[in-house]
């Protein structure tokens, strides 16, 4: 097995372990602790019992970033796999990493963005499915460079393919 295989299963296990950690991070409500509960993207706990969240502007962008970052992930990973199972068609994993820092971009764009919505409260704590939000952002942009060092091995590999030298 190539180096170039070898990048390509690895950007595919970091897909999936990126959208099962951005999937967790957007259905959970476990993004912040308070004293009386806990609150995520859709639903606030107040002692046992949950509510949605009031529309709120910061909020409602981080929720769509989260679930369009998800969405790219998600078509991300079947791009790579296609790109895995279809081994001897010379695809590009060009298109996929595009589309994987597109996902890492929107991630971090959600996660900044709920950051500075609760940054200045003293008695509110994040919980782990934000941090497992910011988890899936290297591995995120970790596939995307290894399709894209995959997809640069197989352009040179074709461009000294028809040269008569023995390397």
């Known amino acids: 097995m190539g180096v170039k295989r070898c990048l390509q299963i ?84 060009r298109m996929t990493s595009a589309i994987l820092f597109l996902s890492g971009l929107l991630l971090l764009i959600a996660m900044i963005g709920y950051s500075v919505k609760d940054a200045w409260t003293s008695d509110v704590f994040f919980s782990w499915s934000y941090f497992s939000g910011w988890l899936a952002l290297p591995f995120s942009i970790l596939a995307g460079f290894c399709f894209l060092l995959a997809d640069m091995i197989m352009q040179s590999t074709d461009a000294i393919s028809g040269f008569p030298v023995c390397l």
């Not at 409500?29 to 107040?46: A, F």
């Not at 962008?61 to 079947?78: D, E, K, Q, R």
Request: contains cysteine.
């Open 10 to 93: 690895g950007g595919t296990m970091l897909i999936f372990l990126a959208n099962i950690l951005m999937v967790l991070a957007t259905a959970t409500n476990y993004w912040s602790r308070h004293p009386d509960g806990h609150s995520g993207l859709w639903q606030e706990c107040n002692q046992g019992v949950c509510s949605t969240i009031p529309c709120q502007t910061m909020l409602a962008m981080t929720g769509a970033c989260m679930v369009l970052a998800v969405g790219f992930g998600i078509v991300s990973m079947l791009m790579g796999l296609r790109i895995l199972c279809h081994h001897g068609e010379p695809l590009r994993g």
